[in-house]
């Protein structure tokens, strides 16, 4: 069972992306399968698509394995933080809808290719820092966020606080803006954030949505295995 960009469009073999809603049954059902020259056998699990109330587009892939491995009863909320964050309204086990956000290469960008790089070229890390840039980002339902990323440049500067910070308070700015976003996506749910993703985003995550007054608990480290083999039980392939 092979699934992520491993079904991308500069992957090995892209699949159609499978609309929401869809969980286990679904994406075993979609499974694409492939016969090496050797012999070897391999289904491939594809992503979803999604479309938001305007019409405009989101898709997914990797991460509709990660949440069919949590098996979640009831309606929640995950984070799957990332290069391109997922915010996943999940319901008895499948994604129902979903939103993305491009938090990580927003902040590569903008630490290594704006004028912010010159203060964030020294990097100390400040919990302190992160928790500050949080409240900033999500301030004002997260709106603003151009003028606010060049105040980091402003600050530091003026010696509002030290240049060696901004990096930290850059990353708490652009999650707190993606949090702030996020609460309009799924206002009814309740009960914690889920967050899935390595253990150091997580705790970033974790830490971003305490700040906030939000409660959050985290997913098991072994969600995409235990979906590949939800998955393949579902297709009868074991």
Known sequence: IASGMVTSRTGWRETAYLPCPAGADELAAALTPLTTAKGR???????????HVDGAPDVMRGEETQIAGLAIAGTRLAVMPGTHSKWVRIEDGRIT???????????????????????????????????????????????????KLFRQR?????????????????????IGAEIAEARSFAPDVGGPVIIVGGEALAARYAAALETLGIRSETAPADAAFAGQFRIAKAAGLV
Request: hydrophobic share 50%; no cysteine; glycine share 14%.
């Open 97 to 147: 809808a979903f939103r993305s956000a491009m938090t990580g290469d927003a902040f590569a960008a903008l630490k290594d290719h704006t004028v912010l790089k010159l203060t964030t070229a020294d990097w100390v890390p400040s919990p302190r820092a992160f928790a500050a840039g949080v409240g900033i980002g999500a301030a004002d339902a997260g709106a603003g966020l151009l003028g």
């Open 154 to 174: 402003a600050g530091s500067l003026m010696g509002d606080f030290p240049a060696n910070e901004t990096a930290d308070r850059l990353s708490g700015l652009l």
């Open 41 to 51: 056998r391999i289904a491939f699990v594809t992503g979803l698509s999604f479309r």
